[in-house]
T-cell receptor, first 115, second 114 residues
Framework: GAGVSQSPSNKVTEKGKDVELRCDPI?????LYWYRQSLGQGLEFLIY????????KSGLPSDRFSAERTGGSVSTLTIQRTQQEDSAVYLC?????????????FGEGSRLTVL | AQSVSQHNHHVILSEAASLELGCNYS??????LFWYVQYPGQHLQLLLK??????LVKGIKGFEAEFIKSKFSFNLRKPSVQWSDTAEYFC????????????FGAGTRLFVKA
């Protein structure tokens, strides 16, 4: 597709379960971001992939969160042993070219609800 | 660490009123600055951006923003708002010293009364 694609769009899970969220960026975009959007919290930076460089993981809130990007394209954000405070909309964005000057293109987000 | 502060979390205006949303960032050095907008039920999209040159930049739908380096500010303005401007507005920054990752402010929810 032409835009950033995220799946699932909605995920309801029980506390303690693991979840995986997927992002398929725009073809050719070298940068990929994950953000978390909670009510009143704005967009919280989680992780940033840029080309073949080591990802910037400085925003991951705990070691229960991890992400990978395979082949410079699709990315998966994994949350282990989910907690209720993990409930939020998880947004993926991609951009091109590298060097920070690119506009971010966002997906629709994955809404996670932890019961 | 870089950070972005948006002064107003909620703003309510009547149609035709003027708008100014404040944004400050905590960075020395060269920065790239952005405003993004999220209309109800839609995904985030770029409103305008500043990289270099004229510090007054114009974006879509009559919005503009002014970069004042000495104040570390990038305030968003619109002379006359419309009901359709009801949305959440996010200021964002990236810079070389931050590895060019884009950091967002907390957002400002604007409600325009018809």
């Amino acid at each position: 597709g032409a835009g950033v694609s995220q799946s699932p769009s909605n995920k309801v899970t029980e506390k303690g379960k693991d979840v995986e969220l997927r992002c398929d960026p725009i073809s050719g975009h070298t940068a990929l971001y994950w953000y978390r959007q909670s009510l009143g919290q704005g967009l919280e930076f989680l992780i940033y992939f840029q080309g073949n460089s080591a990802p910037d993981k400085s925003g991951l809130p705990s070691d229960r969160f991890s992400a990978e990007r395979t082949g410079g394209s699709v990315s998966t954000l994994t949350i282990q042993r989910t907690q209720q405070e993990d409930s939020a909309v998880y947004l993926c964005a991609s951009s091109f070219p590298s060097g920070g000057s690119g506009e971010l293109f966002f997906g629709e987000g994955s809404r996670l609800t932890v019961l | 660490a870089q950070s972005v502060s948006q002064h107003n979390h909620h703003v309510i205006l009547s149609e035709a009123a003027s708008l100014e949303l404040g944004c400050n960032y905590s960075y020395g050095g060269t920065v790239n600055l952005f405003w993004y907008v999220q209309y109800p039920g839609q995904h985030l999209q770029l409103l305008l951006k500043y990289f270099s040159g004229d510090p007054l930049v114009k974006g879509i739908k009559g919005f503009e923003a002014e970069f004042i380096k000495s104040k570390f500010s990038f305030n968003l303005r619109k002379p006359s708002v419309q009901w359709s401007d009801t949305a959440e507005y996010f200021c964002a920054v990236n810079a070389l010293t931050g590895g060019f990752k884009t950091i967002f402010g907390a957002g400002t929810r604007l409600f325009v009364k018809a």
